[in-house]
Nanobody
């Protein structure tokens, strides 16, 4: 089993920056792909970014490319999402997730709220 705890979400103005942190415990963090998802009110959850086990490969949804950076520190069992030039459409609950041995995102945190005011 694994526990994930996100932190860092808050209210920020358009154009502002935030860094979200995902702290992992209970499983070998470095063995798993990690991702950040988000879900806005009334919408489906969507993947924002993902990072490979060793951090060498990353992928981003088109709308956040050039503004968000995903990273991880396997020694600290932590993942991060740096967000710059935030827009109101980035408002959502952000979740970190890590994959299981089948590659499915099976482990999720409780989420952290990011609100971007216009």
């Amino acid at each position: 089993q694994v526990q994930l705890v996100e932190s860092g979400g808050r209210l920020v103005q358009t154009g502002g920056s935030l860094t979200l942190t995902c702290a992992a415990a209970g499983r070998t963090f470095s063995s798993n792909t990690m991702a950040w998802f988000r879900q806005a009110p009334g919408k489906e959850h969507e993947i924002v970014a993902e990072i490979s086990q060793n951090g060498a490969d990353t992928n981003y949804r088109e709308s956040v490319k050039g503004r968000f950076t995903i990273s991880r520190d396997n020694a600290e069992s932590a993942g991060y999402l740096q967000m710059h030039n935030l827009k109101p459409e980035d408002t959502a609950t952000y979740y970190c997730a890590i994959s299981d041995d089948k590659g499915d995102y099976a482990y999720w945190g409780q989420g952290t709220q990011v609100t971007v005011s216009s």
